[in-house]
């Protein structure tokens, strides 16, 4: 096993103002929809699992440092926190919006409503690509982050794109069992505790053979099994959620009584 190496120090393509009105556009955009929805339905969840995804952010250090991946470097204005010895930007925090506090929430709505497994699996695939292409407009314009433990794509197709297939199925699998079901303060308070739980629980659960391969010193083909075993793990925690989901859905039940 190898040490903690310091990250690579590097600057994004665009600005740091055009990297934040951009992922703030989009941000802003997930959040005035969960506001309308919010409104509309006079449900407190649809925001508070938003502000949920904001306190997630707070993980981020910590899977930075396993799975090798930096940010580039802002002026202090643009630097929301530090922490593990990792600046991290307020273009980064408030990503988590659109895939860690919106996208769950629309999901707890499917799965109350009833979902089949097919739904959900085609969902993880959506999910999936749209990562993807952010991850490929990274690489090609934004330049934006990178990953450093070896061969980069191996750090992308097993750290940065298949967790997000997973992580937003069960956030909102989670959401639909226990915050859907509450009222008042304890909704809110689960709306925003659950994302935070979710989070976690998909990249330490699925992804620990690729952060281990990281800092091991061992043969190429075993990084990339160690990637490849991530990549399984995701898709079975994908399985495993749309089954239970699919399972307490209203028509399963009808068909159970």
């Not at 903690?4 to 951009?22: H, K, N, Q, Y």
């Not at 530090?82 to 769950?104: D, E, H, K, M, N």
């Not at 967790?163 to 909102?172: E, R």
């Not at 800092?215 to 793990?233: E, K, N, Q, R, S």
Request: a positive charge; aromatic letters at 10%; charged letters at 10%.
């Amino acid at each position: 096993m190898s040490g903690i190496p310091a990250p690579p120090v590097f600057d994004a393509g665009p600005s740091p103002a055009a990297m934040l009105a951009l992922w703030g556009a989009l941000a802003l955009a997930a959040f005035a929809y969960a506001a309308v929805l919010a409104v509309r339905e006079r449900d407190v969840l649809p925001v508070a699992v938003c502000a949920g995804a904001l306190v997630c952010a707070l993980n981020e250090p910590i899977y930075d440092t396993l799975a090798k991946l930096v940010y580039a470097r802002v002026p202090s204005g643009y630097v929301a926190y530090s922490a593990f010895g990792r600046q991290i930007p307020w273009t980064l925090v408030i990503g988590y919006v659109p895939w860690v506090g919106l996208v769950p929430y629309l999901l707890s709505r499917r799965m109350e409503a009833g979902v089949s497994r097919a739904g959900l699996h085609r969902i993880a695939l959506a999910l999936t690509v749209s990562v993807a292409l952010v991850e490929l407009v990274n690489s090609v314009w934004l330049h934006d982050w990178r990953y450093y433990g070896g061969h980069s794509a191996r750090g992308v197709l097993g750290g940065g794109i298949v967790q997000m297939s997973a992580m937003p199925i069960l956030c909102g699998f989670l959401l639909c069992v226990f915050a859907r079901p509450a009222s008042g303060v304890r909704r809110a308070l689960l709306g925003v505790l659950i994302p935070t739980m979710a989070l976690p629980i998909v990249f330490a659960a699925t992804s620990w053979p690729l952060y281990v391969s990281n800092y091991a010193t061992m043969p190429d083909a075993l990084h990339w099994a160690a990637a490849g075993v991530t990549i399984g793990f995701c898709v079975l925690a994908v399985l495993a959620v749309s089954y239970l989901a699919e399972q307490r859905s209203p028509t399963m039940a009808k068909a159970r009584a």
